[in-house]
């Protein structure tokens, strides 16, 4: 049975400062997969417009996270790394998508739900078809694997049920085309257009949450500052604000069952393990039994050596806009053959006259 080569998809909106979340969660993932995947990694711009259209900075904005993706360690040339407006595809499969998916199963994304809040009328349409955009950036690269945080998990669950359902509607010309690639679907085998991604959720820390509320996610929205670190921060802006993490009184747990219902002291714990590459056993049964005031300055440290090396490279390069604007251009040359190849497919499937 022939199979879907691997490749990787994923995407960071240009909104905001990143975060220690974000690193965690996604960019650090992205680092690690390249050496075993063929990348593409992409600054999500359209997407930046869902909640809020106009931007004063989104130049700067999409410059500072490609800045991030590269000072974090990716490799441009060996990968692909670009900007999602620049490859008008991902606009006409997401509006094919539309088309597939159906309105109930947007209504029920939670982040739909948050974002939009109590004026959902309100809401721009982009936000509700958000979730079909993201589809259409991981399959028109027909990508296996999306390295994301926990908070991404129901969008990618959303991108496999409207790559099943083009599959199946489309199954007999998939199939007459010979554009198929056959796969198991549960018991069943089918022959499919698009492979049914997997997420790549695992790891310590897919869901790093606010250092001043442990039941919170970290985010980019948080009122305060104190509650993430981001990339940007200095050595002692990190210190400080982990110095005043909140936490409890009781010292570290000896095992891993003495995290639970503690989520400040699981969330530092689960911080240190992902920026040391170990295990939270591990960090444990390095740390269990003492108190945070001996924790604490570990893990400044560790943060400091991981994140400082970043904000200066990011700053360095942050100096030469047409440096990044040059690798952008150049990935979204490569991602748009890929791209147009695929809509290409996709028309004939569908019975469009390219
Ligand atoms: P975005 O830009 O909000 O976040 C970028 C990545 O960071 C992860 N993340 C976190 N991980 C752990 N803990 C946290 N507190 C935390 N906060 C954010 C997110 O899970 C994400 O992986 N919809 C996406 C962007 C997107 C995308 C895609 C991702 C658009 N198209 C296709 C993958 C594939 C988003 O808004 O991420």
């Known amino acids: 049975m022939s199979e879907f080569s691997p490749r990787v ?3 960071v909106q240009p909104t905001g400062n990143l975060h220690l979340g974000n690193y965690l969660g996604a960019i650090r993932k992205f ?3 390249q ?5 593409v990694y992409c600054v999500v711009d359209l997407h ?4 809020q259209l106009v931007h004063e900075d989104l130049e700067e904005q999409i410059r500072s996270i490609t800045a991030a993706f590269l000072a974090a360690g990716i490799d441009p040339k060996a990968h692909i790394v670009f900007n999602q407006s620049r490859v008008p595809q991902h606009a006409e499969l997401a509006w ?10 947007m209504n029920r994304m939670t982040q739909f739900k948050d974002k939009a809040g109590k004026d959902r009328e309100n809401a721009s349409l982009g936000l509700l078809a958000y979730p079909s955009l993201m589809a259409a950036d991981i399959l028109l690269y027909r990508a296996t694997h999306v390295p994301v945080g926990d908070d991404q998990k129901q969008h990618l669950e959303l991108t496999r049920d ?4 083009f599959n199946s509607d489309f199954s007999e010309r998939i199939e007459k085309l010979g554009l198929g690639v056959e796969m198991m679907v549960g018991e069943e085998r089918v022959n499919g257009y698009f492979p049914l991604t997997e997420p790549l959720i695992e790891g310590p820390a897919p869901r790093v949450m606010s250092l001043r509320d442990g039941t919170k996610k970290m985010s980019k929205s948080d009122v305060s500052d104190l509650s993430r670190i981001n990339l940007t ?3 002692d802006t990190i210190s400080k604000k982990i110095r005043k993490a909140k936490t409890d009184p009781e010292p570290l747990p000896s095992d891993l069952e003495g995290l639970v219902d503690r989520p400040e002291a699981d969330n530092l714990v689960g911080i240190y393990a992902a920026l040391s590459d170990r295990s939270k056993a591990d960090v444990i049964a390095e740390f269990g039994g003492r108190q945070f005031s001996a924790f604490k300055p570990a893990l400044s440290e560790l943060a400091v050596s991981v994140l400082s090396p970043i904000s200066t490279q990011m700053r360095s390069l942050l100096d030469d806009p047409a440096y990044i604007d040059g690798v952008l251009a150049d990935g979204g040359e490569r991602a748009g053959e890929i791209a147009e190849k695929t809509m290409k497919d996709v028309k004939a499937i569908i019975g469009l006259l390219a």
């Open 162 to 165: 409207i790559a099943q359902k």
């Open 48 to 51: 930046a417009m869902t909640a």
């Open 233 to 235: 921060d200095d050595a």
């Open 31 to 33: 680092v690690a997969l």
């Open 35 to 39: 050496e075993s995947h063929n990348c």
């Open 9 to 11: 998809f994923s995407g």
């Open 96 to 105: 094919i998508f539309n088309c597939v998916a159906r309105i109930g199963w």
